[in-house]
């Protein structure tokens, strides 16, 4: 197998390969394996089932030993491909406290971090997504005419 980069190797079922290929991936495409599942308030308000993490984002974990735990991210890295969150921490190896890394698919978005203006247009429906008024509300009813017999 090739050491760089490869965009063949996605179409691949071997897991060793789909390993190489979210290890060996630039940051733009790493970048992308950082989306997390939105709750089902956001799902419903956004149209949308999964969003990317950035900084100030109010998550709960899923899934592992922090499970059911919420707090707002502090950190997101996309080269490791890890989230660090403020109230999420362990004790080090010379008793210092250290930020545990999270991994994005374990992680649920429960509140945005709309600051940034990129993220306000990003989370906004399209119009191909917004529900579609049903055809009878929007014809207009009919006036009752006298007719002259």
Request: with cysteine; proline share 5%.
């Amino acid at each position: 197998m090739k050491a760089e980069f490869s965009k063949n190797w996605i179409s691949s079922s071997q897991r060793r390969k789909q390993r190489k290929y979210r290890y060996n991936a630039p940051l733009h495409i790493k970048k992308k394996f950082l989306r997390c599942n939105l709750s089902k308030f956001l799902r419903g308000e956004m149209k949308r089932k999964n969003i990317i993490v950035i900084k100030g984002d109010k998550i709960r974990v899923m899934r592992g030993d922090f499970k059911n735990k919420e707090g707002k991210v502090r950190e997101v890295s996309p080269s490791k491909t890890k989230v660090y969150v403020e109230e999420i921490k362990k004790k080090g190896e010379k008793g210092k406290e250290i930020f545990v890394p999270l991994n994005p698919s374990n992680i649920q978005i429960i509140e945005l971090n709309l600051k940034n203006p990129r993220r306000i247009r990003e989370t906004k429906v399209p119009m191909s997504k917004r529900e579609k008024e049903t055809p009878e509300s929007k014809k207009p009813e009919k006036k009752e005419t006298k007719k002259n017999d």
